[in-house]
């Protein structure tokens, strides 16, 4: 069989004979496959078809469907302009390699995409909406998911799971800014594309963090207060932030932690753990423990005022100073709603001291009658 060249300038689309050519000749389609991504220059252009020298593979066209995909990308093709295309199919109706433009420029963006996320590359991405699980972002022209959770913690909305009033406010704002991230999940068949804020944060706060230790006393600034605690931003480093969890705020029991911190406040904390860059913080750990001294105060079958405090399954939490609280269990009263027929939170009553027990931090309590 006589050989031919298909070089731009020997290959001429004429009276249909370039069709039959292919069709004749199928050994030169057998180099390409459907889903292979190819590079060609055009031949033709018309508002029907786009024909493609594919050089040993062939010739391609792009068809008017994929033409509409693809609109801006034909808009600014001329004739001799190179252009990369997907095989959909080898050997179409007419002979031709079908070719799509708009998939090759995604399968080309997922490529790259995961070339970076194996190289664990940090990008820069806009912002641009916002729904309940996270923010959406625009990654080489795929749409991609930052999530709630992989926010870094200084843009990690300081509300309870369940105030989604307030993690959806925390989002809004973050739209429109520009967020270092990185892919952790990619998957072109599912188009997954998951980007994390938290860990391209990691390296460098774990790198800072090593240069805090436990049990080191540091100063910052309350940047964000919720219900399981609060956030302090270091003042010698703005960028290390660590949490108060509300176990840590008093030695006594705290329900709303506004009740000890607000934002802006300036305090000192002590640094009680750090694990894989974050860092634990107590307040409570630079206060005298006012157990040591609880036996002293507060004696066994004294009289004491008290006020109701908080009410639990197990019964009612009575502040005794501003230290020291003690408990009245439930089966003093029957039962939980009985027990809040007789006390009123926020009101003083008067209650006998029935055991001090301060090596379990605890003082039992009776209502006197």
Do not use: C
């Amino acid at each position: 069989m006589m050989g031919f060249d298909l070089s731009m300038n020997s290959v001429k689309p004429q009276n249909g004979n370039l069709t039959q050519f292919l069709k004749t000749d199928q050994t030169l389609l057998s180099s390409v496959r459907p889903g292979d991504l190819v590079k060609g220059v055009v031949l033709e252009k018309n508002s029907k078809r786009l024909v493609v020298d594919l050089g040993r593979a062939g010739t391609g066209a792009v068809y008017w469907n994929e033409m509409q995909n693809a609109r801006e990308i034909v808009r600014g093709l001329k004739i001799g302009d190179e252009l990369s295309a997907k095989v959909i199919q080898v050997d179409n109706e007419e002979g031709m390699i079908e070719l799509s433009l708009s998939q090759a420029d995604k399968q080309k963006a997922w490529s790259e995409l995961q070339e970076i996320k194996d190289k664990e590359e940090v990008l820069t991405v806009k912002a641009s909406k916002f729904n309940r699980g996270g923010l959406i972002a625009e990654m080489h022209g795929l749409p991609a998911f930052l999530p709630v959770s992989q926010l870094a913690q200084e843009h990690y909305p300081k509300a309870a799971p369940e105030d989604k009033a307030k993690i959806a406010a925390a989002l809004e704002a973050l739209v429109g800014q520009e967020l270092k991230v990185k892919i952790i999940d990619l998957n072109s068949r599912t188009n997954k594309l998951i980007v994390s804020e938290r860990a391209a944060n990691e390296i460098s706060i774990k790198e800072l963090a090593k240069n805090y230790e436990v049990g080191q006393v540091v100063e910052g600034i309350v940047s964000g207060v919720a219900d399981f605690g609060a956030f302090l931003k270091f003042t010698d480093n703005p960028v290390v932030e660590g949490l108060i969890h509300v176990s840590e705020l008093d030695w006594r029991e705290v329900v709303n932690p506004k009740e000890v911190l607000n934002v802006d406040d300036v305090v000192k904390a002590k640094i009680i753990d750090i694990k894989d860059g974050r860092i634990s913080l107590s307040l409570k750990a630079l206060k005298t423990d006012p157990w040591l001294t609880a036996s002293e105060k507060f004696k066994e079958g004294e009289v004491v005022k008290g006020l109701v405090y908080n009410f639990n399954p197990f019964g009612a939490v009575i502040n005794l100073d501003k230290e020291i609280q003690g408990q009245i269990h439930v089966t003093e009263f029957g039962g939980v709603l009985e027990m809040k027929k007789v006390l009123t939170a926020g009101e003083t009553y008067q209650f006998i001291v029935q055991e001090v027990k301060p090596t379990e931090r605890r003082i039992v309590l009776k209502l006197k009658p």
